[in-house]
């Protein structure tokens, strides 16, 4: 009997070690695949790229000259996790639009007979997200460090896994709306912008919040975008075990659970 219990348990360890590498074999095939189109059109992704610079560029002078003293390590240590964090949020948050136009050429469907798992499917999709966002932080980090940007390269790193992790769950959200709203798919651009800007401004993003009513700083606590912001300016100057920073990857997580929960069940209802 204990020779029969101790065969069952290997296999089941075996079992479950071979659906592991599965999944991530069905992710990495995704992905790839995802990935190709992205490739072959090298201008939007440049376009893509020099955006935040835009940004910076317009945005962090005026930051400079009306409020210069807000800033206690330079404008630019804060402003600067901000557009990275910016820019994540505006990718993941669209590439639902991506599987709305999937759902029109039905590529989607035949996606969908293939014996790839339909886990697969969404986190390969929301993986792909982070290769072109990677790429403009690393341009955004390479042009303003000889502006006044101080460089510490350890808390960039986990600054940067941290955001992988927040735009894993927000990709997810996008795409459990785009498959709510398949049959009208204007909905999902109303949907997505009346949720971005909210989200944006009681970040503390773009302006600190401490110089704001009340009541924005009260709503800004129940925002996990704001403790992402705020998570990501402690990590690029280098304080990596801050408290600021452990509620960052608290809300990240968090994110990245419900939105992977709510996309995998979304997906699954799609196949039926």
């Given at each position: ?116 798992s339909r ?41 940067l896994a ?23 798919d204007w ?86």
């Open positions: 009997m204990t020779t029969l219990t101790a065969s069952a348990f290997d296999l089941t360890a075996a079992d479950e070690s071979q659906a592991r590498r599965s999944l991530v074999r069905d992710i990495r095939i995704v992905m790839t695949r995802e990935l190709k189109p992205v490739l072959r059109d090298p201008f939007s992704l440049l376009f893509g790229m020099i955006q935040p610079l835009v940004f910076l560029a317009l945005f962090g002078p005026l930051l400079s000259g009306s409020m210069g003293g807000t800033f206690g390590d330079g404008v630019w240590q804060w402003f600067v996790p901000s557009i990275l964090v910016m820019t994540t949020l505006f990718g993941t948050s669209t590439t639902g639009a991506n599987l709305l136009f999937e759902f029109q050429t039905g590529a989607h469907e035949r996606m969908l007979v293939t014996p790839l886990s697969s499917l969404l986190v390969g999709r929301a993986l792909k997200e982070m290769v072109p966002l990677f790429g403009q932080a690393v341009i955004v980090i390479a042009v303003m460090t000889p502006f006044a940007f101080d460089l510490h390269l350890g808390g960039a790193l986990v600054g941290l955001l992988a992790v927040f735009g894993i769950g927000l990709g997810a959200f996008s795409y459990a709306l785009a498959i709510a709203v398949r049959k009208q909905m999902f651009w109303v949907v997505q912008q009346t949720f971005l800007f909210p989200l944006m401004i009681l970040s503390g993003m773009l302006l600190p919040l401490e110089t704001g009513p009340g009541w924005m700083r009260v709503a800004a606590k129940f925002n996990p975008l704001s403790y992402v912001v705020d998570a990501e300016r402690t990590l690029f100057s280098g304080d990596v075990f801050s408290s600021a920073a452990l509620w960052g990857w608290v809300a990240a997580i968090v994110t990245a659970i419900l939105g992977l929960t709510v996309g995998i069940r979304a997906m699954l209802r799609s196949a039926n």
